[in-house]
């Protein structure tokens, strides 16, 4: 089955970090784009962060710069989002989605694939 898992989401203090994980089933992930999206509450879905198959780094946010990366593990075939010194405005249900192709796109249509989802809740 093709399918796309997060995981690694949980609840966490302003500063603190998380990595979240996306795992591919069905399909060799590095062989295609693949992006991480959040929506908060009362928000549209936006994007965060992209790697290309080629495994160059692209922001889809002003905000993840300087505080969020992208990481991919072939071996695993999981794509990873560093994130530090997180806000209380980075709480959101973090999805991953897989590109079309090989680039990334700010323009979410391109993703045809999404995973569930994961909570992440930035609070003290």
């Known amino acids: 089955q093709v399918q796309l898992v997060e995981s690694g989401g949980g609840l966490v203090r302003p500063g603190g970090s998380l990595r979240l994980s996306c795992t591919a089933a069905?399909?060799?992930?590095?062989?295609?784009?693949i992006g991480w999206f959040r929506e908060a509450p009362g928000k549209g879905r936006e994007g965060v962060l992209c790697l290309t198959a080629s495994n160059y780094q692209t922001y889809l946010h002003w905000s993840a710069k300087g505080r969020f990366t992208i990481s991919r593990d072939s071996a695993k075939n999981t794509v990873y989002l560093q994130m530090d010194d997180l806000k209380p405005e980075d709480t959101a249900v973090y999805y991953c989605a897989r590109a079309a192709g090989i680039e990334c796109s700010s323009d979410s249509a391109i993703f045809g694939l999404w995973g569930q989802g994961t909570q992440v809740t930035v609070a003290s």
């Open positions: 069905g399909f060799t992930s590095s062989y295609y784009a």
